[in-house]
């Protein structure tokens, strides 16, 4: 599958190129793109680094169990396929927590590291395991109580109530990550009636 | 209310860094050769992600150039549109899942058209905060460990993209609502 997203993009990307004369931009876009992809990443070893740190200490001091001991009733239901004690839930509540508090680029390397334990437990290491599409639906919805970026660039435009947006993100992004676990749920059961008949 | 909810969205970082030091230190943890050993692993996970997002991104950025965002913008606008999303922003919606970077120029072009406080001003901050990038998701997250059967995960993603574009506007509407009541 993604094979086909890639050719889609990249194909309908020439192919309009084509219409509208802009295969110069688009000459430039694939070696730009390449740049950009591995800025990226060059931007993401500080933040990656940082949280991995700051989580280990967390681990250590006891406050990822702690966190999840405090969220097992919720996280248990969601993640069905994880056993309560394994470091793989500790490292998926603490993405969600930094999720919901828009914590310093902090939900990706948490989520990063969430992978990596769902990986161990994961049968088939090529093929996205059942928690990992859930821990997908629930980032990708990304709930969240304080968007810090978005209150950031709000105050540079002078806005007179920065933190307006905090309701307003809390009431779409509820709702649009009880969507996504419910789609999760309904595309779970559909791909498992698929593979028994 | 307002500013004190701004001063936090300021201090959270420091507060939770803070606090994380601090208990590792109460709990007698040895928090600085604690804390370089777990962020050496830090570096091979960025560079194990190169090759997954420079071919994302050259995909992505040819389908920006080309005009054909553009174009899927003009294709899917009339949709949005009909589910009541206003004109103006309705291509955020289609922005935001593909395009992180687009969808925050765009935000800012709405800010600067109309200013942040207003009713489209809100309602793009909203969009941009309540959902995040479904394809730089996807890629970062099963990049890192190596997954390339996505199953159903992209599916699932766009389709609740679609949901908080339209909560989005249902917020928005709900709490300039009840400012004017």
Redesign the interface.
């Known amino acids: ?2 094979d086909l ?2 050719l889609a ?2 194909l ?6 084509m219409v ?1 004369g ?1 295969m110069p ?2 000459s ?3 070696l ?3 740049e ?3 800025e ?3 931007g ?3 933040a ?11 681990e ?4 990822v169990a702690w966190l999840a001991r405090a969220l097992q009733p919720i996280a248990r239901r969601l993640f069905p396929s994880v056993p309560p004690d394994h470091p793989a839930m500790g490292a998926i509540l603490a993405n969600m927590s930094a999720n919901l ?4 680029n ?1 939900a ?2 948490l ?2 590291k969430a ?2 334990e ?2 161990k437990l994961n049968p ?5 395991s059942d928690a ?2 859930t ?3 629930v ?4 709930i ?1 109580l ?10 540079q ?13 809390l ?3 509820l ?3 009880c ?2 676990i419910a ?2 749920r309904m ?2 059961a ?2 498992r009636r698929r593979q028994t008949l | ?6 001063a ?3 201090w ?2 420091p507060l ?2 803070g606090l ?2 601090t ?2 230190a ?2 007698r ?1 040895p ?1 600085y050769q ?10 091979s ?3 194990r ?2 090759p997954h ?16 965002m553009d ?1 899927l913008v003009h294709l899917l606008d009339p949709v949005l549109v009909w589910l009541h999303v206003p004109a103006e922003v309705a291509p955020m919606g289609i922005l935001r ?1 593909i395009t992180g970077q687009g969808s ?1 120029a765009f ?2 072009d709405i ?2 058209k109309h ?3 207003s009713h489209l ?2 309602l793009a ?8 990038t ?2 730089y ?2 890629t ?3 990049g ?14 766009l ?3 679609l ?2 574009v339209l ?2 506007v ?3 509407w ?2 300039s609502g009840m400012i004017q009541v």
């Not at chain 1, 980032?139 to 990304?142: G, I, K, L």
Request: aromatic share 6%; proline share 3%.
């Open positions: 599958m993604i997203i890639w993009l990249f309908s990307g020439v192919g309009t190129a509208t802009r931009m688009v430039n876009a694939i730009k793109g390449a950009n992809g591995v990226l990443c060059i993401l070893i500080g990656i680094s940082l949280w991995m740190g700051l989580m280990h200490i967390a250590r001091a006891g406050a508090l828009g914590i310093g902090a990706t390397p989520g990063l992978m990596e769902l990986q088939h290491p090529d093929r996205a990992m599409c821990l997908l639906a980032n990708t919805a990304s969240t304080i968007p810090t970026t978005v209150i950031a660039l709000r105050m435009y002078h806005s007179a109530h920065p933190a307006a947006v905090v309701v307003t993100t009431v779409a992004s709702i649009g990550t969507a996504a789609l999760d595309f779970r559909l791909s | 209310m307002n500013g004190a909810l701004a936090i969205s300021e959270m970082l939770v860094v994380i030091l208990l590792g109460v709990r943890v928090i604690t804390f370089v050993q777990g962020a050496r692993g830090g570096f996970t960025s560079v992600l190169i997002l420079v071919a994302m991104m050259v995909a992505v950025s040819v389908f920006r150039a080309s005009g054909a174009g899942p925050l935000m800012i800010f600067q200013g942040p406080d001003g809100l901050s909203t969009m941009q905060a309540s959902s995040d479904t394809l998701i996807l970062v997250y099963f890192s460990v190596g997954i390339y059967r996505f199953r159903y995960a992209l599916a699932v993603g389709l609740s993209d949901v908080s909560a989005s249902f917020a928005v709900l709490v």
